[in-house]
């Protein structure tokens, strides 16, 4: 009877090798955005929004208006209107301030809904 000798992956290592491997696949998405796009077939043809940023607005900012600022990717600030009535999910469009003058989306996160009224709701469970 023969006895096959072969080395074996101790459990370390092959930890190690996933996570290079997964390391190694998230910095080509870091340095190459549009590569890491679902949908690739749109990329040469209207393709002006690269950069996506999500916000949480205030309850009283998302209810009556005002200004929030964030920050770019590229660490510069940035100032975004947010409207009365402003409703979760709800995107804006910033035209220009992304990397190489592309356009940036920005989704509003808030608790605000006009139909559910949360700060009444939230006055009534004090009171």
Do not use: W
């Amino acid at each position: 009877m023969t006895h096959l000798n072969i080395s074996p992956l101790n459990r370390r290592s092959f930890l190690s090798y996933v996570a290079l491997g997964t390391l190694g696949l998230l910095t080509k998405d870091l340095l190459d955005p549009a590569s890491a796009m679902a949908d690739s077939e749109g990329l040469g043809k209207n393709f002006s929004t690269l950069e996506n940023y999500h916000i949480f607005v205030p309850y009283t900012t998302a209810r009556v208006g005002g200004k929030q600022t964030f920050t770019l990717r590229s660490g510069e600030p940035c100032q975004v209107a947010i409207p009365s009535k402003a409703q979760d999910s709800q995107e804006i469009t910033i035209k220009g301030r992304g990397q190489e003058g592309k356009d940036i989306t920005v989704v509003l996160h808030t608790l605000y809904d006009r139909q559910l009224r949360i700060a009444d709701q939230v006055y009534q469970e004090i009171d």
